[in-house]
């Protein structure tokens, strides 16, 4: 029988009813029912529940704590702040000072940052305004994309703004997992995964070497992070340029190292994060990094001279916009927490400045015909074998293919094949694929073994 996984539904429990003791006693100290008292905090479960795991690792400060509970208790008891208030005022009598919202659809009482202050400060100035400061951009809260307030309505002050926890963080509470976002304009990447395995990569070794760097620094990234001996040393998250012609491995290695770490793996889409308005393109990598940011995601930027190409010489308004998109650019990636990959056919296309930013260069070449022979026998289906005289040897030999354009040729010829009912793939087939792999890239294929 499986083991039943630990919920935070026990220690949620027992928040929520503290939650509930600290209001009380702010209200009634503001309605001088009592004095000023402090309330014990509750004695959690010692347990790996999602709940319980999050406060252990990130061990926020008494204020921090409440505002967390604050924002997540709507989410769980849709009528806890309307019932607390019930028990003080009548019907129709209003509380100014407690702050809170209402919703288009949900019925409850929704806490605002005037909410946060109340419980945490009440009317004393000193405190109000320092509460005020958990909501700066400096704080974890903006910085991690836990919570934040929306934007009050014109004129109104930014306290008034709704307390929001984002779903992300929401479902790690409530479930312990993230769902991958869904591809929009707010989020312009989407997954990208694979089947393969580490062994299936067929790269010099030069390349392997490199590749292996960036997977030790994803499996000791949390130690290096906690090291004091090293930690302040080193920079926030870590950058690779991946360069070399298209079909070489660039994309599947990018998906490997996510599937080596257990780590999701996004291909930034450029075309919906570039825009012809100014100003628009560092919004939407803003929304993008902050979406991403804690999150242990990798990000996999294809194509990446399109933003992250040479600098031009300033000559008119459109050169020092980009140029300080680009800047802009620099900023965002160097302040990554997590892997940032940058891909490009040519290396010489980016701007020699931003390239020494990189932890690590992972150059990707046409492959050898050794790799070749070894492309050709990976892909290759067992339950479709080669006619009689065809040899992966000599195909590696004769015909200069990358490992992409190698997977095209099986795939049309095996295609070929089954619609025909053959039991084998034929000469005629692989030579017609192989030809049509060629006439791509304005290539004519020379007299070889077929």
Not at 44 to 68: C, G, H, K, N
Not at 219 to 241: C, D, I, P, V, W
Not at 369 to 388: D, F, G, K, N, V
Request: hydrophobic share 40%; glycine share 6%; aromatic share 10%.
């Amino acid at each position: 029988m499986e083991e039943r996984k630990p919920d935070s539904t026990e220690n949620l429990g027992r928040a929520i009813a503290y939650l509930g003791k600290l209001i009380r006693g702010r209200i009634e100290v503001h309605l001088g029912k009592r004095e000023e008292a402090s309330i014990a905090a509750p004695d959690f479960s010692y347990d790996d529940s999602p709940f319980t795991l999050f406060l252990r690792r990130r061990q926020p400060e008494y204020a921090e704590y409440v505002t967390l509970l604050l924002a997540l208790v709507p989410h769980l008891r849709v009528n806890f702040f309307d019932d607390l208030l019930a028990d003080y005022f009548a019907p129709g009598v209003h509380f100014p000072i407690f702050g809170g919202t209402r919703g288009a659809n949900h019925r409850g009482l929704l806490p605002t940052g005037e909410t946060v202050q109340f419980i945490l400060a009440g009317e004393n100035l000193a405190q109000r305004l320092q509460v005020a400061r958990l909501f700066s951009p400096e704080h974890w809260f903006h910085r991690q994309n836990v919570l934040g307030l929306s934007s009050a309505p014109t004129g109104e002050p930014p306290m008034a703004g709704q307390l929001i926890a984002q779903p992300e963080w929401v479902e790690q509470i409530l479930t312990g997992k993230v769902s991958p976002p869904a591809f929009s304009s707010s989020f312009p990447a989407e997954r990208v995964e694979t089947q393969l395995e580490w062994t299936d990569l067929v790269l010099p070794e030069r390349s392997l070497t490199e590749l292996n760097y960036l997977r030790n620094y994803l499996a000791t990234e949390q130690s290096l992070a906690g090291n004091s001996a090293y930690g302040k040393h080193s920079r926030r998250g870590y950058r690779a340029l991946f360069h070399g012609p298209p079909g070489t491995g660039k994309t599947l290695s990018a998906a490997l190292l996510g599937r080596a770490t257990n780590r999701p793996v996004f291909r930034v889409d450029l075309s919906m994060v570039v825009s012809k308005w100014i100003g628009e393109t560092e919004k939407n990598l803003a929304k993008l990094f902050q979406r991403a940011e804690s999150k242990g995601w990798i990000l996999f930027f294809d194509e990446a001279d399109a933003l992250f190409g040479k600098r031009s010489e300033v000559k008119e308004s459109n050169s020092q916009y980009a140029n300080q998109t680009t800047s802009f650019l620099l900023q965002r990636v160097e302040n990554y927490d997590g892997l940032c990959i940058l891909a490009t056919n040519f290396r010489s296309n980016l701007d020699r400045a931003f390239t020494r930013r990189f932890e690590a260069i992972v150059p990707f070449f046409p492959p050898a015909p050794a790799e070749r022979q070894r492309l050709w026998q990976s892909i290759l289906p067992p339950a479709l074998p080669m006619e009689a005289g065809l040899d992966p040897h000599e195909l590696a030999e004769h015909y200069e293919l990358t490992g992409a354009g190698i997977a095209n040729v099986v795939r049309h010829a095996v295609l070929e094949s089954l619609a025909a009912g053959a039991s084998t793939l034929s000469k005629s087939q692989l030579l017609a694929a192989i030809v049509r792999e060629y006439a791509k890239e304005d290539r004519v294929v020379k007299p070889g073994i077929l």
